[in-house]
């Protein structure tokens, strides 16, 4: 089978990282077609930056990267520092890049590559989903070379950011709406199925046994990453999110999901960028999206070990 095109928009961020490089990995099932940045979990100069440093580090200086917006589009911007570090990398020594940034906006290279597809493209959101969705306003018909979105982000009951939402809906909920009422073939990787892919000292001295540049760099990323939230929720080790929407792409039968609707709240402060997920769609509540309820992990684990190796 020829390889999934496929564009990834994030905001590296350490999981990110992880997904990136796990994608550029995979070279047999995903044609990497490029990487939009957004702000997010840092400001855009840097989750640019960042991305340019793994494709750097990966030896995939051929995907090009791309920086779109820089900032949500009506709230304030939210950033995660506390998570993934000042520099959104911390924990390990990345190279500098030697590609230098696109001069296309992100958001044009989307609206390029979608209208011009002969094959529709995958889209891994990894991040607030300003860029898709300026890009829908700017130009609806890119709907039409969209063959569906993975997204990292929102939760059937849980919250991260709040105890109501998750960050990258809440950094920029009015474009999660945009993006979830567009009509596309849409799927949620929510908090509770992230939650269930966690950092644990055996995994993580799987991945230091690769050995490698990106290897070892991996492994420093992954060890000084989300211990909040592993001892807010009393997980086993840190959450991997953003590496679980390119694990699915990669091998869907990994995870069970179920139809269901999908609506983002845009008003109420208290739950603000809220998923609310009815589970039994209906006539008044018709199924939107799909959303994700397991992921095997040990499987995941696997997965990214065997494929980071190949970096
Ligand atoms: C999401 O928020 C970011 O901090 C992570 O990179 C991930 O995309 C998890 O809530
Ligand atoms: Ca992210």
Not at 137 to 166: F, H, K, W, Y
Not at 287 to 292: I, P, V, Y
Request: charged letters at 15%.
């Amino acid at each position: 089978m020829a390889a999934q095109p496929l564009i990834i928009d994030c905001d590296p961020g350490v999981d990110d990282a992880i997904a990136l490089f796990l994608a550029l990995a995979s070279t047999e099932d995903l044609d990497v077609l490029g990487i939009t940045t957004v702000a997010g979990n840092v400001p855009l100069p840097l989750t640019q930056y960042n991305a340019r440093r793994i494709v750097h580090l990966a030896g995939r200086t051929d995907v090009p990267v791309f920086a779109g917006c820089p900032r949500p589009m009506l709230c304030p911007p939210v950033t995660a520092e506390h998570v993934h570090g000042t520099t959104g990398l911390d924990g390990a020594i990345l190279p500098e890049p030697t590609a230098p940034l696109q001069a296309q906006h992100a958001v044009a290279f989307l609206i390029n590559q979608l209208t011009q597809a002969s094959t529709p493209i995958t889209l891994a959101t990894l991040g607030p989903l300003t860029n898709l969705a300026v890009a829908l306003v700017q130009c609806p018909d890119i709907a039409q070379g969209i063959n569906r979105v993975v997204m990292m982000g929102g939760a059937m009951g849980l919250g991260n950011v709040t105890p109501s939402a998750e960050f990258n809906l809440y950094a920029d909920p009015h474009a999660a709406r945009v993006v979830v009422e567009a009509g596309l073939d849409l799927t949620m990787v929510g908090l509770e199925v992230t939650h269930q892919v966690v950092t644990t000292p055996e995994r993580l001295a799987a991945l230091a046994a690769i050995d490698t540049p990106v290897g070892r760099v991996a492994t420093d990323l992954l060890r000084h990453y989300g211990q909040l939230d592993a001892d807010r929720y009393g997980l086993a080790g840190s959450p991997l999110h953003d590496p679980c929407v390119i694990a699915y792409l990669l091998q869907p039968d990994l995870f069970t999901g179920r139809p269901i609707h999908l609506a983002i709240e845009t008003d109420s402060p208290l739950c603000l960028g809220r998923t609310v997920v009815n589970p039994y769609p209906n006539a008044d509540q018709p199924a939107n999206a799909t959303g994700l309820e397991t992921a095997a992990a040990d499987g995941i684990y696997q997965l990214l070990t065997e494929r980071l190796a190949k970096l």
